[in-house]
Nanobody, 122 residues
Framework: VQLQAYGGGLVQGGGSLRLSCAAG???????LGWFRRSPGKEREFVST????????YYADSVKGRFTISRDNAKNTVYLQMNSLKPEDTAIYYC?????????????????WGQGTQVTVSS
């Protein structure tokens, strides 16, 4: 199973990026999530969305700035990132949950994408 995240890049602080992840048929009836890993830090939860798309949850650090959404017809999950800060610099990973409801726990996700680099300059 391969998930491919894309849309990362270099952006100035205050700017925006939109990440996408093609999750394939593995995402059917499953929640989807985004995690990130910054240099020298542990992987951390960013956001998750339930399989129906109406249930979303965000880490406090991104709440109000990031928006997660999904298109089940395309088996794709998105992460719209606005008002980016240098501390958002990280590799962003998409993941497919074992369950239909989202979770902030990495162990609840069974498939992971290869990640896309997001760099925010000050």
């Amino acid at each position: 199973v391969q998930l491919q995240a894309y849309g990362g890049g270099l952006v100035q602080g205050g700017g925006s990026l939109r990440l996408s992840c093609a999750a394939g048929r593995t995402s059917s009836n499953s929640a989807l999530g985004w995690f990130r890993r910054s240099p020298g830090k542990e992987r951390e939860f960013v956001s998750t969305i339930g399989w129906g798309g109406s249930s979303t949850y965000y880490a406090d650090s991104v709440k109000g700035r990031f928006t997660i959404s999904r298109d089940n017809a395309k088996n794709t999950v998105y992460l719209q990132m606005n008002s980016l800060k240098p501390e958002d610099t990280a590799i962003y990973y998409c993941a497919v949950s074992r369950y239909s409801l989202g979770s902030s726990r990495a162990e609840d996700y069974q498939y992971w994408g290869q990640g896309t680099q997001v760099t925010v300059s000050s």
